[in-house]
């Protein structure tokens, strides 16, 4: 069955979208629902081509195509060879010298957060208590993994639905975007 070829208006209206800091606490809900952590494609303006660079340099793996005997191709990603901008990015953003369209380039990038898989998925019978635990106790997420990176750097997505279809989206989420911090497979 495929999607109705029309235009999907207010397509994220019933998402709440909050960087992963303490001060967003109140702003989410206190209801059942999923959520995902994204790392925020968030760059100062007056200093885009640095930042993108060294968030690029951090990423330090990359993938690589691979066949086995049986002539399947399959993905590895190999640790240790950083991933740099091209040329023509480089050129790119360095061309873009007016503060307005910094400003712009800025604003798309972070909104162009959710197009990447989510860093992890999760189910919460309290989108707010879970927000919270996820922030301050060591077996959240940040205690896992964002002590690396600062709290900030992070989206926190969420989208309130009924508990009794969230365990369930929630399983069938991580099982299609597979992401990278999640334990559970299904």
């Known amino acids: 069955m495929a999607i109705e070829e029309t ?12 960087t992963a800091t303490i001060s967003a606490f109140y702003d989410i809900p206190d209801e ?6 994204y790392h925020a494609f968030d760059f100062a303006e007056n200093n885009l081509l640095e930042e993108i660079n060294d968030r690029i340099s951090r990423t330090v793996f990359k993938t ?5 005997n049986s002539r399947k191709k399959f993905i590895i990603d190999i ?7 091209s040329d023509n990015m480089n050129n790119f953003i360095k061309s873009i010298s ?3 369209d910094r400003r712009n380039l800025k604003k798309l990038l972070l909104t162009c957060s959710i197009l990447q898989c989510p860093d992890y998925i999760g189910y919460a019978s ?9 922030l301050e106790n060591d077996n959240g997420f940040f205690g896992k993994y964002g002590n690396f990176r600062s709290q900030d750097e992070f989206l926190f997505i969420c989208f309130p ?5 969230a365990r369930e989206l929630e399983s069938l989420l ?3 975007c597979k992401p990278k911090f999640n334990t559970q497979r299904s």
């Open 32 to 37: 059942p629902g999923i959520y995902a952590f």
């Open 126 to 134: 309290s989108l707010q208590a879970r927000f919270k635990q996820h």
């Open 7 to 18: 235009i999907h208006d207010n397509f994220f209206e019933n998402f709440i979208v909050a």
């Open 174 to 176: 991580i099982q299609l």
């Open 98 to 100: 007016m503060p307005k």
């Open 79 to 85: 640790c240790g060879e950083p991933v740099t901008l």
């Open 64 to 68: 690589k195509f691979q066949e086995d």
């Open 161 to 165: 639905c009924s508990g009794n279809i």
